[in-house]
């Protein structure tokens, strides 16, 4: 069993226990403990099920490369699925709970699979569930991801705060192991700003557990000193808790510091965004050791020579009282010393090469521990824990030679150096032969924005496993000046690259050989899918599902890509690996998102009046980032009962509608009236001062993109405006143009849409109330339509314009915003006796609908032209230029079938339905009734009392009287005839008053 | 004549960093490409250099942009200098416009207030590479701010209007208590 030592563990306080829960059980574990080590601690090795077989696991690894220890943490708003326990920190109160499993962990009915193994091969689900089609969907991917899949996704809102932050650093350190430290150190005292970030809470890396010396001091000791050192150094950053997990280009580094994921509830934001920029990013992250492959390496108890070696040194746990080591390389025996040290029995070190001669293979033997070479794993004995291995040659077949109980088996296949890092941003690797390894090639670095290398490895990342060669490699990565730290550690001799345990291994036992151990990825599905003709390694991945796991792929894709590369009978360079790419570890969405949701979700633009209207129980409309009031329903009445009523105030008397939201861009400079004849399709340079004049504003290609109201404020400025969604694109228009194009030109622009509230006052009583609260002539004398003036009205000072949308008779006051909310007021009590209602944009597109005008972005989509619009008149035929001319010229948008602005008129008075379509005779190519208009708007209008509609239709100017069909929705027809699209007031005699 | 009114009636949020929005001031934009520093003297006004924000006897002048300052003076001066400009550049293409009304100005003051704006802004604000006089101009959150340090604890942002109460509840969220980083100490 696996069990607390009486001594040991550098990384607990003995002196702090904590309880935590795991499967509702109540367990004990120490400040400092993992939740795997903590688990381990109290004898629970089974911590979780495999996703296809649903096989029993237990950890294999004791950090973020672990692929079965995966867990459901917390509840309700802070639960969290596919927690590593070899990542997680234990913390008082703690409740985890096993996955992918039912109805127990121990008690699984999904591992009815494993005994099918046989017949759940690589590719079985392409290959079993293709036909028919539809069976897919509908009913072998619903129950195949109800067996598969690991934990659920939460359901309640997650209770914590996430929040980034940017910084920016010359060199940034990705790893505080002793290559990170030495390389901070060496960049820190060139004055460089350095940033140290570590996933781990604790500093040094592994290095303190794997022993060695450096300048003359235990490992441990130099980390601490190293530590101090920098603390002092005002220019460095330490930041422990903070995964680095991707290098994107031009040294823009992502890193996710977990604050407060071991202390939930204490008022922190759980978790924190980092985006740095550096000018040098230096990984020192690392090697992780990589499995073996032999029978029954996936039972719980078999484990990563070096995890155990963590648990054991770390936090004073013991595996089991009897540890078989199986290694093809010197470091494992490590191990064999550390447990024989702790008391513990190592009953034989399988060595799978001929010999083993190194400092430490001799250290293990002085201290009596039996040394087998040449000999290999045959089967490992036991399902939900290892009772014993079975002992064969290396060189053979898996012939057993001995049986030998035991209770744990430590494995290691040699180390991978940590290249994530290196190979985001495209560096190259080089397959280091004498290692088994791939390592960063230092003639392909990742550049960055001036074509110099910004990523470089450092230590055992660079492939410097030894803590001599680590240290030396980490102070030349980072420039230091002067001698490297000297390291000191036993002299170790070459590994023997080992893919398969015996190395002629038959079938049965290359279907036990796990490679990838979450999506039970065997020997014998890599080996399947290189027969099948998979022979790219990104098309064996995807078919075998090798390194699509959660670890994705860092503890064994090398070992896949190994047995790959032998199927197809090539090197390991020539198959090459998977592409690497970020996140290192997951990050949480939460972290991305940071700040962003419920209020600060998305900016809300607010107008000056934005509050009356809320306390007015505006219904709001979306436009842009405002927000609109689309009508003020009364108590008791609908939106569209409070629309028609506010259509009618409008027409019989007068109502207030808020347009600050309309963009409002100032032109100013000897220029301005050549540059707005460039930018507006009509003609804007002769317009006088103190008029105002509609404009269309197309694309190159001759498109609508925006249309508004031009005024004349003096000689050289224009004052021009644009849809409420259009300023800010319409004013970088402007300036892409000024900047690009005629950068010679006088012109200025600036965007004053915010310095006003802007009050359109329209019905036939506007005058009446503006007259009421006085400060200004606004006679059709002194102020004639399509004109305007500046004066004060109600003390605020304004600029009015003479402008209707409505077609009633209509002035739009512009007042500072800050006096903006006292001006509307002031109408609003003026207004009263009047019978004078605020008014929403519902009413307002009614009231623009039964005139006829046009909303850019209802009638128009970017495909459509002023002459579809019936604007031809728009268009100057006498400017020399501006933009869309010459796209307007094209056959497509002068072919008189185009589909042109009409008004529709249903034959029952019915309200079309939005969107529909006028279909014609035949079928197209696809077989799809054919089409020839569509309903761009529809209202129903009370001034009219039946429901009217614009659109498009085919020639439809021409086609006047003509009825039109359209299928709605339930498959019914609605019949509505072509009318004129100008239904109220056709000569414009009420706004001109 | 009524009293113009800010877009949050001078609120305030009370974090390791407190955010107060400040009191109505005026603001100009003035762009041109000429050499607008005669004129600018001419009313007391200093001109800064590239991302430099100046203080003379007439008020402040931020650069925005090669061909763009904000000008930051009492509002009631605002009539004043946008006359005097016009005198001053009446033979310079200009454009001189009141803004005052179109912008929020908030103050955020506290020992850790340049790691609360680096929350929001993709800045570096490091001592030593940002400090009074700088002026940046480049967005919080998801929208555009222009900013700068009034002293070494406390920096005046400026954003449009109409998001006003997102820039406020963005710096008075990333300011409780409990979110300190300590990148700066």
């Known amino acids: 069993m696996t069990t607390r030592l009486a001594r040991g563990g550098r990384l607990i306080d003995r002196g702090a226990p904590l309880e935590f829960t795991f499967d509702g059980a109540r367990l004990?574990?120490?400040?400092?403990?993992?939740?795997?080590?903590?688990?381990?601690?109290?004898?629970?090795?089974?911590?979780?099920?495999?996703?296809?077989?649903?096989?029993?696991?237990?950890?294999?690894?004791?950090?973020?490369?672990?692929?079965?220890?995966?867990?459901?943490?917390?509840?309700?708003?802070?639960?969290?699925?596919?927690?590593?326990?070899?990542?997680?920190?234990?913390?008082?109160?703690?409740?985890?709970?096993?996955?992918?499993?039912?109805?127990s962990l121990d008690l699984d009915v999904g591992v009815v699979n494993d005994a099918m193994a046989r017949f759940l091969p690589a590719g079985f689900y392409y290959k079993t569930f293709m036909f028919p089609r539809p069976f897919w969907k509908h009913l072998f991917e619903p129950v195949i991801r109800q067996s598969a899949g690991l934990g659920p996704a939460p359901k309640d809102r997650d209770a914590d705060r996430y929040e980034q932050i940017h910084a920016v650093c010359d060199v940034l350190v990705a790893g505080g192991g002793v290559a990170g430290l030495t390389a901070a150190l060496a960049a820190a005292r060139s004055g460089a700003r350095v940033m140290v970030l570590d996933q781990a809470p604790h500093?040094?890396?592994?290095?303190?557990?794997?022993?060695?010396?450096?300048?003359?001091?235990?490992?441990?000791?130099?980390?601490?000193?190293?530590?101090?050192?920098?603390?002092t150094l005002p220019n460095v950053v330490l930041r422990s808790r903070c995964m680095v997990a991707g290098v994107h280009d031009h040294g823009h580094v992502l890193a996710e510091e977990r604050i407060a994921d071991h202390s939930p509830g204490d008022g922190r934001p759980r978790r924190r965004l980092w985006?740095?920029?550096?000018?040098?990013?230096?990984?020192?992250?690392?090697?992780?050791?990589?499995?073996?492959?032999?029978?029954?390496?996936?039972?719980?108890?078999?484990?990563?020579?070096?995890?155990?070696?963590?648990?054991?040194?770390?936090?004073?746990?013991?595996p089991g009282d009897r540890t078989v080591i199986v290694t093809n390389n010197d470091d494992a025996y490590r191990t064999?010393?550390?447990?024989?040290?702790?008391?513990?029995?190592?009953?034989?070190?399988?060595?799978?090469?001929?010999?083993?001669?190194?400092?430490?293979?001799?250290?293990?033997?002085?201290?009596?521990?039996?040394?087998?070479?040449?000999?290999?794993?045959?089967?490992?004995?036991g399902r939900k824990r290892v009772t014993g291995v079975q002992v064969c040659l290396q060189a053979g077949e898996g012939a057993v030679l001995e049986d030998i109980p035991c209770e744990a088996v430590?494995?290691?296949?040699?180390?991978?150096?940590?290249?994530?890092?290196?190979?985001?941003?495209?560096?190259?690797?080089?397959?280091?032969?004498?290692?088994?390894?791939?390592?960063?090639?230092?003639?392909?670095?990742?550049?960055?924005?001036?074509?110099?290398?910004?990523?470089?490895?450092?230590?055992?990342?660079?492939?410097?496993?030894?803590?001599?060669?680590?240290?030396?490699?980490?102070?030349?990565?980072?420039?230091?000046?002067?001698?490297?730290?000297?390291?000191?550690?036993?002299?170790?001799?070459?590994?023997?690259?080992?893919?398969?345990?015996?190395?002629?291994?038959?079938?049965?036992?290359?279907?036990?050989?796990?490679?990838?151990?979450q999506n039970d990825v065997k020997v014998s599905d890599i080996q399947l899918a290189a027969r099948?003709?998979?022979?790219?390694?990104?098309?064996?991945?995807?078919?075998?599902?090798?390194?699509?796991?959660?670890?994705?792929?860092?503890?064994?894709?090398?070992?896949?890509?190994?047995?790959?590369?032998?199927?197809?009978?090539?090197?390991?360079?020539?198959?090459?690996?998977?592409?690497?790419?970020?996140?290192?570890?997951?990050?949480?969405?939460?972290?991305?998102?940071g700040e962003a949701r419920g209020p600060l979700f998305q900016p809300l633009r607010r107008t000056p009046m934005h509050d009356w209207h809320e306390g007015r129980g505006a219904h709001w409309e979306p436009v842009g980032l405002w927000r609109r009031p689309l009508a003020y329903p009364a108590p008791g009445e609908s939106v569209e009962q409070a629309t028609r009523r506010e259509v009618l105030a409008v027409r019989q008397g007068a109502a207030l509608l808020d347009a600050s939201t309309l963009g409002k861009i100032v032109v100013k400079g000897p220029d301005a009236g050549r540059f707005l004849d460039m930018l507006y399709s009509n003609l804007m340079s002769t317009l006088a001062v103190g008029r105002c004049r509609y404009g269309l504003m197309l694309n190159e290609q001759g498109f609508v993109i925006d249309d508004g109201v031009?005024?004349?404020?003096?000689?050289?400025?224009?004052?021009?405006?644009?849809?409420?969604?259009?300023?800010?694109?319409?004013?970088?228009?402007?300036?892409?143009?000024?900047?690009?194009?005629?950068?010679?030109?006088?012109?200025?622009?600036?965007?004053?849409?915010?310095?006003?509230?802007?009050?359109?006052?329209?019905?036939?009583?506007?005058?009446?109330?503006?007259?009421?609260?006085?400060?200004?002539?606004?006679?059709?004398?002194?102020?004639?339509?399509?004109?305007?003036?500046?004066?004060?009205?109600?003390?605020?000072?304004?600029?009015?314009?003479?402008?209707?949308?409505t077609g009633e008779l209509s002035f739009e006051l512009a007042a500072p915003a800050g006096q903006a909310l006292d001006l509307w007021r002031q109408l609003m009590a003026a207004g009263e006796a009047l019978g004078v209602v605020p008014h929403g944009t519902g009413a307002l597109h009614v009231l623009r609908a039964e005139k006829g005008f046009v909303i850019v972005g209802d009638e128009t989509d970017g495909t459509v032209t002023p002459q579809d619009l019936n604007m031809g008149w728009a268009v100057s035929k006498t400017k020399a230029d501006f933009i869309g001319k010459r796209g307007l010229e094209r056959p497509a948008l002068t072919d008189p079938d185009r589909w042109r602005l009409v008004g529709l008129e249903t034959l029952d008075g019915s309200v079309l339905p939005e969107g529909a379509h006028a279909v014609a005779d035949g079928v197209n190519a696809n077989g799809q009734r054919k089409v020839q208009g569509r309903v761009t708007s529809t209202y129903h209008s009370p001034t009219l009392g039946r429901g009217i509609a614009l659109g498009l239709v085919r020639r439809g100017p021409e086609r006047l009287g003509e009825v039109l069909e359209f299928p709605t929705i339930g498959g019914a027809l609605v019949k509505a005839r072509i009318v004129d699209p100008v239904r109220y007031d056709k000569e414009g005699a009420r706004q001109n008053v | 004549m009524s009293d113009p009114v800010t877009a949050l009636n001078g609120a305030r949020a009370q974090g390791y960093v407190t955010v107060t929005e400040a009191p109505p001031i005026g603001m100009i934009t003035l762009r041109c490409r000429g050499d607008v520093g005669p004129a600018l003297a001419g009313l007391n006004l200093p001109l800064p250099g590239q991302r430099r924000i100046e203080t003379g006897a007439g008020g402040g002048v931020a650069w925005m942009s090669p061909d763009e300052w904000l000008i930051l003076i009492p509002r009631d001066r605002v009539g004043a200098v946008l006359a005097g400009l016009a005198g001053a550049l009446q033979d310079v293409p200009h454009l001189a416009v009141d803004v005052s009304d179109a912008r929020a100005v908030l103050w955020l003051e506290g020992d850790k207030v340049r790691e609360v704006i680096a929350k929001a802004a993709p800045v570096d604000m490091a001592p030593g590479v940002f400090e009074p006089g700088e002026v940046r101009r480049t967005r919080a959150g998801q929208i555009a701010v222009a900013f700068w340090m009034v002293d070494a604890r406390?920096?005046?942002?400026?954003?449009?209007?109409?998001?006003?109460?997102?820039?406020?509840?963005?710096?008075?969220?990333?300011s409780q208590p409990g979110a300190e980083v300590g990148l700066f100490d």
């Open chain 1, 710 to 805: 031009v005024a004349r404020l003096s000689e050289d400025t224009f004052l021009c405006h644009t849809t409420s969604g259009g300023a800010d694109r319409i004013h970088a228009w402007m300036e892409d143009w000024l900047q690009c194009e005629w950068p010679d030109w006088q012109v200025f622009t600036a965007n004053l849409t915010e310095h006003y509230g802007q009050i359109a006052v329209a019905g036939p009583k506007a005058r009446a109330l503006l007259e009421t609260l006085g400060g200004m002539d606004v006679s059709a004398q002194a102020l004639p339509f399509m004109g305007w003036a500046e004066g004060q009205i109600g003390g605020v000072p304004v600029r009015v314009y003479r402008i209707s949308f």
């Open chain 1, 410 to 517: 430590a494995m290691s296949g040699g180390w991978s150096p940590v290249v994530h890092l290196w190979s985001h941003c495209g560096g190259k690797l080089l397959w280091d032969e004498a290692g088994a390894m791939f390592r960063p090639d230092p003639v392909h670095p990742p550049t960055g924005a001036s074509g110099q290398p910004m990523v470089v490895c450092a230590g055992a990342a660079a492939g410097a496993l030894r803590l001599g060669d680590c240290v030396t490699d980490a102070h030349l990565a980072a420039g230091g000046d002067g001698g490297a730290p000297a390291g000191a550690a036993p002299i170790e001799a070459p590994l023997a690259p080992v893919w398969v345990m015996p190395q002629g291994a038959p079938v049965a036992m290359r279907a036990k050989m796990w490679l990838d151990f």
């Open chain 1, 28 to 103: 004990r574990g120490y400040q400092g403990d993992t939740l795997a080590s903590a688990l381990l601690a109290n004898d629970r090795l089974l911590m979780g099920r495999s996703f296809k077989y649903h096989r029993p696991r237990g950890p294999v690894a004791s950090g973020v490369e672990e692929p079965n220890a995966l867990v459901n943490l917390g509840k309700g708003a802070r639960a969290e699925p596919n927690c590593r326990a070899t990542t997680t920190e234990l913390f008082d109160g703690l409740a985890a709970s096993s996955q992918n499993r039912w109805p």
């Open chain 1, 203 to 231: 500093w040094g890396g592994r290095a303190p557990v794997d022993g060695g010396e450096i300048d003359g001091k235990p490992v441990e000791t130099w980390v601490n000193d190293a530590l101090q050192a920098l603390e």
């Open chain 2, 154 to 174: 406390t920096v005046e942002l400026v954003c449009f209007r109409s998001v006003a109460r997102y820039a406020f509840d963005l710096f008075a969220t990333l």
């Open chain 1, 532 to 593: 099948e003709g998979f022979t790219s390694v990104e098309h064996a991945k995807r078919y075998t599902t090798l390194g699509m796991a959660t670890d994705q792929g860092k503890l064994s894709n090398i070992n896949g890509l190994a047995v790959l590369s032998q199927a197809l009978d090539e090197g390991v360079p020539q198959v090459g690996t998977t592409t690497f790419r970020p996140p290192y570890t997951p990050v949480a969405f939460g972290t991305l998102a």
């Open chain 1, 336 to 381: 064999a010393i550390a447990l024989r040290q702790a008391g513990l029995a190592v009953p034989a070190v399988l060595d799978a090469r001929e010999r083993a001669e190194g400092d430490l293979p001799q250290q293990a033997r002085a201290l009596g521990i039996r040394v087998e070479t040449g000999k290999a794993i045959a089967r490992v004995q």
């Open chain 1, 275 to 318: 985006r740095i920029r550096a000018g040098k990013v230096i990984a020192a992250t690392g090697a992780l050791e990589r499995p073996l492959a032999f029978a029954g390496n996936d039972v719980p108890g078999v484990m990563l020579a070096s995890a155990v070696r963590d648990y054991l040194v770390n936090w004073g746990v013991s």
